[in-house]
Each structure stands twice: as C-alpha cells, then as structure tokens.
C-alpha cells in the first residue's frame, strides 16, 4: 500500500535520534499520572511519578529503547532539578514566617528525625544482607528527591536508587503517617506535619497540605530545612561512618 | 516571568561556582538554595516573578525526577534480589523517623513555646 510514504523504520529512525521521543514520553506519562492521581482524590498510593516512571520503563522496553539514549533526550527535564532545588528558598522563606519562636524545638526534632532516618534504615538493610550498593543508596531517601541526588553523587550512592527510595519514602510516609501520629497521640497540627516533611518531604508535605494548611506550612518547612542540614551533614557523616 | 527564571538561574549559578570552589562536598544548587534564602531574608520579601517562576517549578517538581528514576530499569534484578529486605528497611525507617520527630516536638514544645 502506501509505498509513496516513507518506510516507518525511516521514520522511527528520524524520530528516535531527536529528544522530542523521550521528552514527549516523559511529559505525556507525568500528565497520564497526574490525571490517575486526580481521579483517586489524591490518594498517596497513586503517585503520580511512581505511575510515570513505570510507564516509561515499559515505555522504553516495549520501543527497545536503551536507557541512556532516553537519558540523553530527557535530560533537559533533568536539568531544572538543580533551578527547582534553589527554588526551595521561596517555600523555606514563607515558612519561616509562621514560627512563632518554635525554631529551636524544631531544629531539635530534624536533627534527631534525620540521624533516625539514616541509623534505621542503613542499620536494617545491612542486618537483612541487602547489597552494598543498594544500601548506599538508603542514605539521603528522607531528604526530597532533587537534593538526595545530589548528595548520592557525594557519597558515591546512585543517583537512581536515591530518588527511587525517596520516592518510596514519600509515598510510604504518606500512607502510614497518620497512624503513628494517632498511635502517638500527637494532636498539634504543626507536630503532625513538621513530622511528615522532615520524614516523607514532598509527598508527606502534600499529604499534610490536603489534610490541614497549618500541617502544610510546617510539612514544608520539615522538607526544606532537612534538605539543607542533609546536604550539609549527610556526606561528612558519610565519610566519616562507612 | 523571565526575570524570574533569570534570578534563580543566577543563584543556581553561584552556588555552583561555590561548590566547585570553595566547598566541594556541598552540591552547588543546594549552596544556591541557602544564598537565596539569605537574599530574601536581606530583601525581606519574595520577588513577585521569582515566585511566579518558583512556584511553576516547584508544583511539577514530581516531573524532574521522572528521567533519573527511569534508571530503575538498569537495577531490577538487583532490586529484585533484596525487594523485601529493602521495604522492611524503608517502612521501619519512615515509621521511626515519623515518630521520633512528632516525640522530640511534643516534649520539649511546651518549654518553647505554647501553640
């Protein structure tokens, strides 16, 4: 039939050597995901970019697309995560108008949540014989994802395995949160969400935003200072540890 | 808008050189991220574009990790091979790190101050 068309493979070729294959890919996924999510009533389980990193994996599996050729093209999404990370400032700065001289206490609490966060986790999974290299990747999964990865770069942990976990912190975080919180009888809304965004960051601090505006604002400000005093911390603790 | 973008570009910027030259073991965004902080406590309020701009980024923030996760699919038999031990240590670690921020918050906020 159309054999005044281009043969397909010719087209692919074409298609397939440009960014806009992997771009497209990447940003009607998130869009797919983002829609899922909304229809779930924002349902932590939901993620959405759990949903899109699933679809794109079998997205580039079905095309036999190698990972790196997708990374190539993708990776101008990549680069705005070092613009989003300095754009932390702006949450961080509202924040800061809502204290009401907590810092203190709060500063307290991050600093005793993040060495948990590393202790548990890393302790665990070398107790259960998790390989190494996995387990290095354990080590930023509390601070939100665009900084974890750049901390994982310092302590030679894969960038990949480090948003991965802390994708799934968040997520986990979300959904359990709430029940430790009650199992605590914590009842202050600033406590319960300070307590979701030091441990679960972006995701838990949505979670709480959806839940209380106050919880928000702290969940927030939790994610924001634990990205700084990680990124700090973590690699010197690192070097110093393994 | 663009003078927005322009702003966090350039913060991203010093921070980077910051971090390439002066304090290596800090990533150089984060370096910029405290450097903002710092001017908008100097300026004492946020910039109307800049947080038109931030505020775009950060509400698809998800979307920026979406090309690093994708690696995923270089590490599944790995991941595989330890995916329970892995989501003991995760959920352990959450679970803990929840309650011991809600514990040391609770304790000590009365001496801080009263909500």
């Known amino acids: 039939m159309n054999n005044n068309l281009p043969p397909i493979s010719e087209i692919w070729v074409y298609l397939s050597g440009s960014p806009l294959l992997a771009l497209v890919l990447t940003l009607s996924a998130y869009l797919l995901g983002l829609t899922v999510y909304e229809r779930s009533q924002r349902n932590p389980l939901a993620n959405p970019v759990l949903i899109a990193v699933v679809l794109v994996c079998i997205g580039i599996g079905v095309i036999d697309m190698p990972y790196a050729q997708y990374f190539e093209g993708a990776q101008f999404v990549h680069f705005l995560l070092g613009t989003a990370t300095v754009s932390l400032a702006i949450p961080i700065y509202k924040g800061f108008a809502s204290l009401k001289g907590r810092m ?20 665990m999974a070398r107790w259960l014989g998790v390989d190494e290299a996995l387990v290095r990747g354990l080590v930023a999964k509390s601070v939100t994802a665009p900084i974890a990865m750049g901390i994982a770069e310092r302590v030679q942990a894969s960038p990949t395995l480090t948003a991965i976990f802390a994708v799934s912190t968040g ?16 009842k202050a809304w600033w406590q319960r969400g300070f307590a979701l965004g030091v441990a679960a960051h972006g995701i838990g601090t949505s979670r709480a935003f959806s ?6 604002a702290y969940a927030s400000l939790g994610m924001g200072l634990h990205g700084i005093a990680g990124a700090m911390l973590i690699p010197y603790a690192v070097a110093w540890w393994f | 808008m663009i003078q927005g973008l322009v702003q966090l570009f350039l913060f991203q910027a010093l921070g980077e050189l ?8 800090i990533p150089g965004p984060v370096l910029g991220l405290v450097l903002l902080l710092a001017f908008l406590a100097l300026r004492g309020h946020v910039p109307a574009s800049m947080d038109g701009v931030g505020s775009s980024i950060l509400q698809h923030l998800g979307l920026l990790f979406i090309p690093a996760s994708v690696g995923v699919v270089l590490y599944l038999p790995l991941l595989q091979a330890n995916a329970w031990a892995i989501t003991a240590a995760l959920v352990l670690s959450v679970v803990a790190t929840v309650a011991v921020v809600a514990l040391v918050l609770k304790l000590f906020a009365k001496k801080d101050s009263t909500p």
């Open chain 1, 104 to 123: 203190g206490v709060l500063l307290l609490s991050l600093l005793a949540g993040g060495i948990t966060s590393v202790l548990t986790a890393v302790g």
């Open chain 1, 171 to 186: 997520i986990l975080g979300a959904v359990l949160g709430r029940y430790v919180l009650d199992a605590l009888r914590i």
């Open chain 2, 18 to 25: 910051l971090s390439k030259f002066a304090l290596p073991f």
């Open chain 1, 211 to 216: 839940v209380n505006a106050e919880a928000g």
